[in-house]
Structure formats: structure tokens, C-alpha cells
């Protein structure tokens, strides 16, 4: 929610959007899907306010030219303490590790969402851009990158895939992602060690694919890590993810295929969900943007090229 608050001195226009809450419940089904058009007038960055970060309410990204808003217009906003901006043609997205503080018990973020994509044979929805990454959460707690369990990084973009058989008495997500990318500090010692720095900041991201082992997975017995490639500090790479739908053996299927910083891989999700039983695909989308940081902060960067292609 916004209070808008105008005040017109001389030849300036001042907006100032008042304290809002901006929040996502995890476990939601009730993402809105909203129109991925918008107006394109001045910038005017949106006011940071409180949030409880296990609430979901998406907001206007921004009032006028969007340079996100292919995916779309609105933002799910639980930074707290940071509003989206855009600069030198990349949309912004921070986050504070101070926030995870607050009455919620998920994790910060600013994200936004696609608009779903029912299955059916052959759909897709794809997502390709131009990214650079400045800080990513970190946080010192000895354990190797490769593991699920580490608590260094943050996600720049999410596959989310309902499937039926979706078991939520057993813990699974009302609103289950099945791959999560996560950019993370490149320590010393696999991980474990040291942030390596160049100038007094971090020198390099290692990126990983966090893929489920089965539909509806979380932790570490539900998911594996996969190293994807390693980026500079501030500099740009490609990013380009797709989920898309099959048919195989008269099975519903679904594979998520990326490239990210010039490497290619596919993934073919599970057919079961934690229980073991059947689970076909129901529905996609993807979500880009910043998610995670329980220590330091994150800034994330999608270039205003991000395009988003759907079938």
C-alpha cells in the first residue's frame, strides 16, 4: 500500500511514496500474475518502509520507465531497508542481513515474478539478461560452498513448479521452486575459508545451481548444489534460464536449461515428490531479482536488456 504525498516548489516536482509493507509468504499459491506492461515516465523510486518478511504484498516496481518490467511491473519488496533503483541501465536490487531481524522468519528479498505458465506440451518460459553482481550475503560458518547447507549467498533467480500429489502435511511447499541460482564469495579453502579480496572488496562470485532431488525438496537432504561458473565483481555476464514442458512416454516432463556466463546445462526435473509418489508438473515461473542474505548485504543487478520470452 501507498500514500502519495506531492508537493510542487517552483519549477521541481518532488514524489514521495510514504512507509509500506511489501512482503511474500513463502508457502503462498496466491501470486499475483500481474500485466507486464507499464507507463514509461520519469523514475521515481518507491520509499522503503517496514515489512514482515513472511507476508507477500507486491507493489509497483517503480513509477515510470521500468527497465524490469518484461517479467513484470510489480516487485515483491522485503528489503526493508533499501528501496529498487535503477542506474546505468541496470535495475537494482539490495539487501540488508540486518532485516532478517524483523517479526518474519524468511529470508529477505526483492524479487519479481513471471507470469505463470500452465503446462501444456512444449511451453516454455525463458528469461535472458545481463547481469552483475557487487556483494552477495556471507556469512562465516566453515562449511564447504558445494553444500546446501552453507549459509553464504545470494539467489539472483529461482524456476518455481507446482506439481500435483503436492504434499504439504509432509513440509513441501505450497510454492515450490525447483531450481535456485546462488551467487556466493569466493572464499579460500573450498569455501570454507577466507573471502578472497582485491582493493579491500570481494574479488570474484562462484554461481550454483541449487536443484530439488525430488519435487518439493528443501535442505539438504532434499537438494544438491551445482557449480556453474565463477564471475568478476561488477562485471557483466549473460544469464539466460528456461523451463519448459515435454511429453515423454505418455509423462507430463519438465527441464530447466540455462546459460549462464557462457556455460550450458540441462536439468530434468524429478517425477516424484518427497514422498515418493507420483508428481507431474501443474505450472512454471521464474522469479529474478534478490533473495537470501543472512550476513553482510547483497546487491544484484538485471540489466534493462532482460527480456521475457513465454510459449
Same mark, same amino acid.
Request: aromatic share 6%; proline share 3%.
Given at each position: ?31 499475483? *500474475? ?39 511491473? *510489480? ?57 552483475? $553482481? ?28 507446482? =506439481? ?30 577466507? $573471502? ?13 545451481? *541449487? ?29 539466460? $534460464?528456461?523451463? *519448459? ?11 530447466? $536449461? ?8 540441462? =536439468? ?44
Amino acid at each position: 500500500m501507498k500514500n502519495f504525498n506531492i508537493k510542487l516548489e517552483l519549477m521541481a516536482v518532488a514524489v514521495a511514496l510514504t512507509t509500506l509493507i511489501s512482503c511474500e509468504q513463502e508457502n503462498d499459491g496466491l501470486l499475483m *500474475e500481474a500485466n507486464p506492461s507499464s507507463t514509461k515516465n520519469n523514475i521515481t523510486p518507491l520509499a522503503k518502509g517496514t515489512c514482515d518478511t513472511n507476508n507477500y504484498m507486491p507493489i509497483d516496481a517503480i513509477s515510470g520507465t521500468d527497465y524490469n518490467d518484461d517479467i513484470n511491473t *510489480e516487485i515483491d519488496d522485503r528489503s526493508c531497508s533499501h528501496d529498487y533503483y535503477q542506474y546505468n541501465n541496470f535495475g537494482v536490487y539490495k539487501l540488508n542481513s540486518a532485516n532478517n531481524s524483523g517479526p518474519g522468519t524468511l529470508q529477505v528479498r526483492m524479487e519479481r515474478t513471471s507470469p505463470k505458465q500452465n503446462f501444456a506440451n512444449g511451453k516454455y518460459l525463458q528469461v535472458t539478461s545481463t547481469v552483475r $553482481i557487487n556483494s552477495a550475503g556471507s556469512v562465516t560458518d566453515n562449511i564447504s560452498d558445494s553444500a546446501v547447507n552453507d549459509g553464504d549467498g545470494t539467489y539472483i533467480a529461482q524456476v518455481k513448479g507446482k =506439481h500435483t500429489n503436492l504434499r504439504t502435511d509432509l513440509g513441501e511447499s505450497q510454492d515450490p521452486a525447483i531450481v535456485l541460482f546462488v551467487a556466493k564469495p569466493k572464499r579460500n579453502n573450498s569455501g570454507t575459508g577466507s $573471502i578472497i579480496l582485491q582493493n579491500g572488496k570481494v574479488k570474484d562470485f562462484k554461481i550454483y545451481a *541449487e536443484l530439488v532431488k525430488k519435487r518439493g525438496g528443501s535442505g539438504t537432504s532434499g537438494r544438491r548444489m551445482v557449480y556453474i561458473t565463477t564471475v568478476k565483481r561488477n562485471t557483466d555476464f549473460n544469464v539466460d $534460464i528456461k523451463t *519448459e514442458f515435454y511429453t515423454s512416454n505418455n509423462r507430463k516432463r519438465q527441464r530447466v $536449461i540455462y546459460t549462464i556466463n557462457g556455460v550450458t546445462k540441462t =536439468h530434468e526435473i524429478s517425477t516424484q515428490n518427497t514422498n515418493g509418489q507420483t508428481a507431474e508438473p501443474v505450472e512454471t515461473r521464474i522469479r529474478i531479482g534478490a533473495y537470501r542474505c543472512k550476513g553482510g548485504t547483497a546487491d544484484i543487478r538485471w540489466n534493462r536488456n532482460l527480456d521475457l520470452l513465454k510459449n
